[in-house]
Structures are given as structure tokens and as C-alpha cells.
């Protein structure tokens, strides 16, 4: 069991900036692939940003140029620096751990933008 623990949510104004961490419990840290997810009210939950073990990152389109996942693996923690963020970005963000068959999430974090 890996517990998963997120930090740094918010309120901000357009245009603003937020970093999100996402400590995980456990040893094996470099072994996981680590997302960030967002999930805005009555909406589904959607993928934001990924990180391979290695550090190979993507993005969703809507995010793309203003946002950027990176891990640290002797930290334990994966990070989500936003920037340039707009009102649409409002949502509760979930960090989540995955090694197959495994998946793991942590309790989220709410980010809010608005003026």
C-alpha cells in the first residue's frame, strides 16, 4: 500500500501560479509512473500531466506550455508547477502512483482560480 499525500492547492488569480507536491510512503518511489489528475465539479476526472519512471512527461492539450509535472526520486515526491493559470483550471487536483496491476490516489488538493 502506498499512501499519497498532496500539498500546495490553493486560491489564485488568473494569471497566477501554483506548485503542487505529491509525497509518496514508499521506497520504491523510482519505480512508479506518477499523474497528476483534476476533476472539476460534475465532471469527470481527468488526466493533467504524467511522468514515467525515467522522466518522460506529457501533457493534456489544455495544459500544454503552462504547466510542468517533474519527480524527485530521492524526495519521494512528484511536483506540478502551474503557471499562467485561468479560471477553467479550477478544480480539485489527485496525484496517483501506478505499477502495474497497482494504482494508487491521494485525497486531492483543491486549486481555485478567481479574480
Known amino acids: 500500500q502506498v499512501q499519497l499525500v498532496e500539498s500546495g492547492g490553493g486560491l489564485v488569480q488568473p494569471g497566477g501560479s501554483l506548485r503542487l507536491s505529491c509525497a509518496a510512503s514508499?521506497?520504491?518511489?523510482?519505480?512508479?509512473?506518477m499523474a497528476w489528475y483534476r476533476q472539476a465539479p460534475g465532471k469527470q476526472r481527468d488526466l493533467v500531466a504524467s511522468?514515467?519512471?525515467?522522466?518522460?512527461?506529457n501533457y493534456a492539450d489544455s495544459v500544454k506550455g503552462r504547466f510542468t509535472i517533474s519527480r524527485d526520486n530521492a524526495k519521494n515526491t512528484v511536483y506540478l508547477q502551474m503557471n499562467s493559470l485561468q479560471p477553467e483550471d479550477t478544480a480539485v487536483y489527485y496525484c496517483?502512483?501506478?505499477?502495474?496491476?497497482?494504482?494508487?490516489w491521494g485525497q486531492g488538493t483543491q486549486v481555485t482560480v478567481s479574480s
Open positions: 514508499t521506497s520504491r518511489f523510482n519505480i512508479y509512473a
Open positions: 496517483n502512483a501506478a505499477f502495474r496491476p497497482y494504482y494508487y
Open positions: 511522468i514515467t519512471p525515467g522522466g518522460s512527461a
